[in-house]
Nanobody, 124 residues
Framework: QVQLVESGGGLVQTGGSLRLSCAAS????????MGWFRQAPGKEREFVAA????????YYADSVKGRFFISRDNAKTTVYLLMTSLKSEDTAVYYC?????????????????WGQGTQVTVSS
């Protein structure tokens, strides 16, 4: 069982930045592909970013490419999401997720473990 705990959410103005963190309990953290998803009110959960087990591959949704940056520190069993140039449409609950499967990193159903989420609100 893997426990994931997100932190770093909050209220930020348009154009600002936030860094989310996700601390994992797994000893085998480096074996997992890690992803970030978000869900806005009334919308489905959507893929934001993912990172390969060794950090060698990163993947982004088109809507955040060039503004958001995912990274991981396997020694600290933590994955990060740096969000810059934030827009009002980035407002959502952000979830960290882990999967030991390869492929379809953008599909929520491919992930085995989820955090409780952290709220990000971007105000104009």
């Amino acid at each position: 069982q893997v426990q994931l705990v997100e932190s770093g959410g909050g209220l930020v103005q348009t154009g600002g930045s936030l860094r989310l963190s996700c601390a994992a309990s797994a000893r085998t953290f480096s074996s997992y592909v890690m992803g970030w998803f978000r869900q806005a009110p009334g919308k489905e959960r959507e893929f934001v970013a993912a990172i390969a087990w060794n950090g060698g591959g990163t993947y982004y949704a088109d809507s955040v490419k060039g503004r958001f940056f995912i990274s991981r520190d396997n020694a600290k069993t933590t994955v990060y999401l740096l969000m810059t140039s934030l827009k009002s449409e980035d407002t959502a609950v952000y979830y960290c997720a882990a999967t030991y499967s390869e492929g379809a990193y953008y599909a929520p159903q491919n992930y085995h473990y989820w955090g409780q989420g952290t709220q990000v609100t971007v105000s104009s």
